[in-house]
């Protein structure tokens, strides 16, 4: 796993925050502190940036890239699933067609409530 604590070495993002999370059930995950990660295909903010969910602030705290291959149960927990099998399913149901390869790489956003 590749983390990253300096903006400064992280490549430029490729969306803005306001777009990470949008998916209904996983804002209401995020609000009801289930979901505390999500992961992108692309880089969706900086550490330090403030994400606004119905009017309640979240802290990204850590940006880094990691494999499909890498992810665990535990990941799936942060992104409010109860395994990695419910996590994989939910990401190909909402990308069809889509290869779930383990060498695919994803950013990795990890945030708090502030």
Known sequence: ????????????????????????EDVQKVLAGKKT????????????????????????ERVYSQSLG?????????????NLEE????ILSMHPGMPWLPQMRVWVHEFREV
């Open 70 to 82: 890498e992810l665990t149960d535990e990941h799936a927990r942060q992104e409010g699933f109860e």
């Open 87 to 90: 996590y994989k399913q939910s």
């Open 37 to 60: 990660a999500t992961r992108r295909n692309g880089r969706y903010a900086d550490i330090g940036e403030i994400m606004t969910l119905e009017g309640r602030d979240f802290v990204v």
């Open 1 to 24: 796993m590749t983390t990253e604590h300096d903006n400064n070495a992280l490549p430029p993002k490729t969306c803005e925050i306001d777009r990470m999370v949008t998916v209904p």
